[in-house]
């Protein structure tokens, strides 16, 4: 399908429209840290620069992220997620319910820590910060049936307010088989959209509305290589067939967005040509914007072709950064 017939209008009026969408996000929730230093000589110790601190701050992450993309578009947002119990813990809803997500269906679990991610950044000398390493804090621990239970009736309750659901996976174990059950059981009950962005494995999403993952997830899991167009073209509507989903949506990094669906067919969205400062994050605001357009009637090529502009603004910013509808907009003119 050719995306020229795209009235910008239309894209300016379904933006205009995002603050109807009551979106409830499930799924693997942290706490991004970001520490930068000046790098002033190389350590005695070790072959490594010694950073002098000059600042920090925090960002949510992972699931939170494409939830504070929604946020930031207009849309009201619940997010359902397990932390612990701890100080990072208080930090992270504190940082959610500033950007307008409310954070009251976490569940908390003094058996588990919060998941940080701390990245430390010298800057200085060059123009952009360049990170030196990262350091995870992440509990792997399979969830307990009592924390299970808990995502469990949250969700229930939650979804019963919500135009869309969309589950975030990141692997941390929110996104277990009870969750996903439990995620499309409400969808279906309450007949509203469901969308799950995947890092793979994406048959334990069945029957969900849209699937999005990125090139190399799909060639993982779909056992095909994707290389050329004509590989997109035919692995993506097979694929659909056997994930039973309505959309099927694979970000393809600098050559944008490829996605299939029965009604709309086959449809590729080239990259933009923008200065990449760093691509963490994108694939959170691609589902957010994918999300906030089925949950308003869209088609995939509409809501596709919203994502890959979505995703071009935020790659220019450094760490996880979001669009705002405002910026949306002003990229369409």
């Excluded at 017939?5 to 929730?29: E, Y």
């Excluded at 701050?57 to 992972?62: H, I, K, S, V, W």
């Excluded at 097979?238 to 994930?243: E, W």
């Amino acid at each position: 399908m050719k995306l020229n017939n795209i009235d910008r209008q239309q894209l300016i009026d379904l933006i205009a429209s995002f603050h109807r969408v009551s979106a409830l996000v499930v799924g693997d929730v942290c706490l991004d840290r970001y520490i930068f230093g000046e790098p002033t000589r190389l350590s005695r110790e070790a072959p490594v620069p010694v950073l002098e601190w000059r600042r920090e701050y925090a960002l949510p992450g992972a699931a939170s992220n494409p939830a504070l993309n929604l946020a930031s578009l207009g849309a009201q947002v619940s997010l359902i997620g397990v932390v612990g119990d701890d100080s990072a813990a208080v930090e992270l809803r504190e940082l959610l319910d500033k950007h307008g997500v409310d954070s009251s269906h976490l569940v908390s679990s003094p058996e588990r820590r919060t998941t940080e991610k701390t990245r430390i950044l010298a800057e200085g000398l060059l123009s952009l910060p360049q990170q030196v390493a990262r350091v995870d804090k992440v509990d792997r621990e399979p969830l307990r049936s009592p924390q299970i239970s808990d995502l469990n009736k949250n969700i229930k309750n939650k979804a019963s307010e919500a135009d869309v659901i969309l589950v975030s996976d990141y692997r941390v174990g929110v996104v277990n088989p009870e969750v996903i059950a439990s995620c499309l059981e409400a969808s279906q009950y309450l007949d509203i959209p469901i969308l799950v962005d995947s890092q793979g494995e994406l048959s334990r999403f069945k029957g969900y509305k849209c699937i999005r993952c990125n090139r190399r997830e799909a060639e993982r899991s779909l056992g095909h290589k994707l290389e050329t167009e004509a590989d997109f073209e035919y692995v993506l509507p097979q694929a659909a067939k056997y994930l039973e989903c309505d959309w099927l949506v694979v970000t393809r990094d600098s050559n944008g967005i490829s996605a299939y669906s029965q009604d709309t067919g086959y449809v590729h969205v080239p990259g933009e040509k923008v200065t990449v400062v760093d691509v963490v994050g994108a694939g959170d605001t691609v589902i957010a914007v994918l999300a906030l357009v089925m949950a308003l009637g869209g088609d995939v090529a509409t809501a596709s072709f919203l994502a890959n502009k979505a995703a071009s603004l935020v790659v220019q910013k450094l760490g996880n950064a979001c669009v705002s509808q405002h910026d949306l907009l002003q990229s369409l003119r």
